[in-house]
């Protein structure tokens, strides 16, 4: 067993693959736990079919273990859209029953409603009962001091990956641009830290350069003494995301994924201001309704949605980044800005040689 839908199990207790433990005591009262070590498959929840965009959700909720704090790896998920709440946690206790309720809005569509602790790394041990999808509140079991209206926070903690080769000779494309030209980080170096230097004044930053083993040592230690970090995958047989999911599931955070060869303009970043880590957000829309991969913010709690998209047996180009489910919420920085990336001269444009 890899999963628990209350509506699907019956009575009693139950063991997945990744050693979680569920005992159901009834269709609205249940006890979960999860050992620390085990990070995969550790949810619960609800398969609903909602018949309003606008609900709300209430349950009494008792954790044994320590409360996790908000955006911290736990939260009530919905799938579409795709939505993590987490600032209710502000109200619970530990070893005592608190009511909670709170609105969501999702899409009139089958989904699983669920609590889910895969990007939670401690110990996990709670109790809900009387678990309720409502139209409305009902004044005779729900008071409005137990209401909490969950909205995503902004972090301050944010990482930048720097993705693709920083030098690579005679490079060519895989694109429709197929002329050979050096890649050259070196001459596109200033860029990128005026980029960094402006993020640094409203985040957190810590920049990791996703890069490929074969980069010659000048380059390596121009990364280090910047005070950057590099992470290296081998190379030749890896595609365009690998080393980015690979470093991406062990460094689960707000996240800023950009190409390392592109000339970035100041309207670019003068817009970076506005993003708000709600909802992955890209440059633009491509052809086909594909989202263009070139730069893409990624809040912390999309990370895992984000790598199994691209895994994707649907994506056919695996570890592409074009290709996003459809129940993701993808917000656009620019609405008005036109499709393909040769239209992209307003804010950055792509190092050619």
Request: charged share 25%.
């Amino acid at each position: 067993m890899k999963y628990f839908i209350l509506n699907k199990l019956k009575k009693g207790t139950c063991k997945n693959q990744s050693n979680c433990i569920l005992i159901k005591k009834s269709m609205n009262h249940f006890i979960f736990t999860r050992d620390k070590k085990n990070i995969s498959f550790s949810w619960c929840g609800y398969n609903y079919k909602p018949k309003n965009i606008n609900l709300y959700i209430s349950f009494e909720i008792k954790f044994i273990s320590k409360i996790p704090k908000v955006n911290s790896g736990f939260y009530l998920k919905t799938h579409n859209k795709i939505n993590y709440y987490s600032n209710w946690l502000k109200l619970c206790k530990k070893n005592k029953f608190v009511k909670i309720c709170f609105p969501i809005k999702v899409s009139l569509i089958k989904q699983n409603i669920i609590f889910i602790s895969d990007y939670y790394k401690d110990h996990i041990h709670f109790e809900i009962k009387n678990f309720k999808i409502v139209n409305e509140i009902d004044n005779k079991s729900i008071t409005q001091s137990n209401v909490f209206l969950d909205k995503n926070n902004n972090f301050k903690d944010l990482n930048i990956i720097v993705r693709g080769h920083v030098f690579k000779k005679d490079h060519v494309p895989e694109s429709t641009y197929k002329k050979k030209y050096n890649q050259d980080f070196f001459k596109l170096i200033k860029f990128y830290k005026k980029f960094f230097l402006e993020l640094s004044k409203k985040y957190n930053i810590k920049v990791y350069f996703v890069t490929y083993d074969n980069t010659p040592k000048k380059y390596k230690n121009l990364i280090k003494e910047n005070n950057w970090n590099i992470y290296t995958i081998p190379f030749p047989n890896s595609k365009q995301f690998t080393g980015t999911c690979k470093f991406l599931e062990n460094n689960i955070d707000n996240t800023i994924i950009i190409r390392s060869d592109l000339i970035i303009k100041d309207t670019f970043i003068n817009v970076i201001n506005k993003i708000k880590f709600n909802y992955i957000t890209v440059l633009s829309r491509e052809l086909k309704g594909f989202y263009n991969d070139t730069v893409i913010f990624v809040p912390k709690f999309y990370v895992n949605d984000f790598i199994d998209n691209i895994r994707s047996k649907r994506n056919k180009n695996e570890y592409w980044g074009h290709l996003y489910k459809k129940q993701l919420i993808i917000k656009i920085l620019d609405p008005d800005f036109k499709k393909g990336t040769r239209l992209f001269k307003k804010y950055i444009e792509i190092y050619r040689g």
